[in-house]
């Protein structure tokens, strides 16, 4: 089956601009992460979601927000954008809620670079 | 807050050679730990994780990771190694109980040389 897809792959962004990543995940499962990787800080968690309700959050500030649809289908937004902003931001799928220890499995990811 | 301490930034093999990979973290409680590794132009995959029970576990290609409480430690072992095992690998530790917020370690590549 198809796997976890996350678009856009690729996304040029302007400082102060706002940004919506796209995440698809694979099919049955209702549990998104969302984790962001840089060179500087390596990869963080930033949410998790479940039957539509964020159930964990890392230390990101608010301008970094999610939901999840009926369908399991999740967006993550980043608003007012600044340079340090631009990373790779991945997604996960997992049958279950991840605490439960259910694997989960990632995309791979969306490319943001903020000029 | 948890902390994840990889020491292995870069780690340079042959193949046959074994492999062992640090890992320690840093977190008073109870922990569920994972291994993960991203081969070359792939997606992050999951290697191994640790939840409870034996705290021997196996993971996929051959490869174990212990959990030693009494020293925060989760290290990755192979036997020997294989040229397809060139990548990057990361653990991560997250809470026990009620909450999944995971911390990553910086990761440690891998390279093999054939």
């Known amino acids: 089956k198809a796997g976890v897809t996350q678009t856009p792959r690729y996304l040029i962004k302007t400082r102060g601009q706002q940004v919506t990543l796209s995440c698809s995940p694979i099919?049955?499962?209702?549990?998104v992460s969302w984790y962001q990787q840089t060179p500087g800080q390596g990869l963080q968690f930033l949410f998790e979601y479940f039957s539509e309700t964020q159930r964990n959050k890392g230390n990101f500030p608010g301008r970094f927000s999610g939901r999840q649809f009926s369908n399991s289908r999740s967006e993550m937004n980043v608003s007012t954008l600044e340079l340090g902003d631009s990373a790779l931001y991945l997604c996960?799928?997992?049958?279950?809620?991840?605490?439960?220890?259910?694997?989960?499995?990632f995309g791979e990811g969306s490319w943001l670079t903020v000029v | 807050a948890q902390s994840v301490s990889q020491h292995n930034h870069h780690v340079i093999l042959s193949e046959a050679a074994s492999l062992e990979l640090g890992c320690n973290y840093s977190y008073g409680g109870t922990v569920n730990l994972f291994w993960y590794v991203q081969y070359p132009g792939q997606h992050l995959q999951l290697l191994l994780k640790y939840f409870s029970g034996d705290p021997l576990v196996k993971g996929i290609k051959g490869f174990e990771a212990e959990f030693i409480k009494s020293k925060f430690s989760f290290n990755l072992r192979k036997p020997s190694v294989q040229w397809s095992d060139t990548a990057e690998y990361f653990c991560?530790?997250?809470?026990?109980?009620?909450?999944?917020?995971?911390?990553f370690g910086r990761g440690t590549s891998l390279i093999v040389h054939p």
């Open positions: 991560a530790v997250t809470p026990g109980g009620g909450s999944y917020i995971p911390t």
């Open positions: 099919s049955g499962h209702r549990s």
């Open positions: 996960a799928s997992s049958s279950g809620q991840a605490l439960s220890g259910n694997t989960i499995y």
